[in-house]
């Protein structure tokens, strides 16, 4: 049960009693009822009570629902929602504007599959690049990353680094960290279903990046990296 964003902070018109929650039963006074000040989930009038409220409060629902469908079927709404969901605390109206936004897009590319097709090959293969720098709140850069079986998309991620990068090296190093730690638990899945990848490819777009994870020896620019983005 999503508590915290949906349906909370509806006014209600009428007068709602509901009887005591279970784990808040008052032994003294089990006859008496609460009498609901703001609409409660699972409530017959709650969606109606959310409805006419303040608009602002659309855009906590909408984000937090399309979270969950941009995790796994939509890859192409990833970006976008997740920069969205970093004002959920303290939305605005321009926040609002770009929720709707997404929703227009969903709405024109309703027929838009992604297409498997059965003769493209079984290598896996990683993409990844990053963004540096580029949450104008923290300053983090964003790490993106992509897996594909053949020609076939099977897995994708778009997630703000825990780390504050000091240079785009780093970024595109963490990022590369994280690509293959996604790769190698893949190919552990694929071994135990009989498919033995000896090889994997892993694009990167920085030779910096490239550099350090062939050369293990700390230097004064890659000293600080933390130790657990040296296992790739």
């Not at 190919?187 to 090889?199: A, E, M, P, S, V």
């Amino acid at each position: 049960m999503d508590v915290k964003t949906a349906f909370l902070h509806g006014t209600l018109k009428e007068d709602v009693y509901v009887c005591h929650p279970e784990g808040f039963i008052d032994a003294d006074h089990s006859s008496y009822v609460f009498k609901l000040k703001k609409a409660l989930y699972g409530l017959k009038q709650a969606p109606r009570a959310w409805r006419f409220a303040d608009d602002i409060l659309v855009v906590h629902v909408y984000v937090d629902d399309i979270i969950f469908g941009s995790t796994h079927p939509r890859p192409d709404i990833v970006r976008a929602t997740c920069l969205c969901a970093r004002y959920q605390a303290k939305p605005t109206e321009k926040h609002l504007k770009e929720v709707k936004r997404i929703f227009r897009y969903l709405q024109g590319t309703v027929n838009t599959d992604l297409w498997y097709t059965k003769d493209s090959g079984f290598e896996l293969t990683g993409f990844l690049d990053a963004d540096y720098a580029g949450c104008k709140d923290t300053f983090k850069s964003t790490s993106s990353e992509a897996q594909f079986l053949g020609e076939k998309l099977v897995s994708w991620s778009s997630k703000k680094q825990d780390c504050t990068a000091l240079s785009t090296a780093k970024a595109e190093y963490v990022s590369l960290s994280a690509c293959c730690a996604q790769v190698l638990w893949m190919r552990i899945q694929l071994t135990d279903y009989g498919f033995h990848l000896n090889k994997i490819l892993i694009y990167c777009d920085s030779k910096s990046a490239m550099a350090i994870s062939c050369n293990p020896v700390q230097h004064s620019r890659t000293k600080h990296i933390a130790v657990r983005y040296h296992f790739c």
